[in-house]
């Protein structure tokens, strides 16, 4: 597919799409790329409301989330919880072993506090390589982002052209509030990361991660030592090709 034929077919989704529902939304892309779209959750509130859409409407999206290694006892505990829960497979996506053991033992265990490139290092080996592997031989890649939850995500789209792994990808949720999760999850039961109510609005790698202060911006916690207009790891870096 050409670049303008795909612009014209992402611009003509958004169009058709924009007055849907969430779960419309991955009715809509189940049964068009039927055995060809994927989510990746990382377990997140925004995550986890999707996870219960696709097991509540038993559709044929494959879930999957990526373990750095580094991420909180309390995500491990919900990956189980939720996967007990829902009844469904979520597969486990692992950085390669030879390059993280290369990296570490070359740049130190918390390399990314010295500086951006070794952060970028860091999420490159642990992130963005194992995503390329769970995304391949997909058409659509959903995804729990809000356009809300950030600086750098205020200006994506509900389907985007995501150039680095060269996939559709979908954002559900692109317009829903904090206050639109929270309702659904309390309203659904739906089973959440114990460190959201101990002011972890985002969720990411244990050493990167803190709670946030009263004010501050929902991702104001994930990278906190650098600029907020920096702060992606590369998986959503919001390079596409959608204008």
């Not at 390059?99 to 290092?121: A, D, P, Q, W």
């Not at 790698?205 to 709670?211: D, I, K, V, Y």
């Amino acid at each position: 597919m050409g670049t303008q034929e795909r612009l014209e077919l992402i611009n003509d989704y958004n169009n058709l799409l924009q007055n849907f529902s969430a779960h419309e939304v991955l009715l809509f892309f189940n049964d068009k790329y039927h055995g060809k779209t994927a989510f990746s959750t990382s377990m997140g509130a925004e995550d986890q409301v999707i996870t219960q859409m696709i097991s509540h409407y038993k559709l044929d999206i494959r879930i999957f989330t990526l373990d750095t290694g580094r991420l909180f006892p309390e995500t491990y505990e919900l990956i189980e919880k939720t996967r007990n829960r829902y009844h469904i497979l979520i597969e486990i996506y692992y950085p390669d072993t030879q390059k993280t053991e290369k990296m570490v033992n070359e740049h130190g265990i918390n390399l990314f506090y010295r500086s951006i490139e070794n952060r970028k290092l860091c999420c490159n080996i642990r992130k963005i390589e194992p995503l390329r592997r769970a995304l391949q031989n997909t058409d659509i890649w959903i995804t729990g982002l809000r356009s809300d939850q950030s600086v750098t995500r205020k200006d994506n789209h509900l389907v985007e052209w995501d150039e680095n792994n060269k996939i559709i990808k979908v954002n559900p949720l692109i317009n829903w509030s904090e206050n639109d999760v929270w309702d659904y999850i309390k309203n659904n039961s739906i089973p959440y990361n114990k460190l959201h109510d101990q002011g972890f609005p985002s969720i990411g790698c244990q050493p990167c991660t803190r709670a946030i202060k009263s004010g501050e911006d929902l991702r104001a916690g994930r990278w906190w030592w650098e600029n907020p207009d920096m702060k992606e790891c590369g998986l959503h870096n919001n390079k596409n090709n959608n204008t």
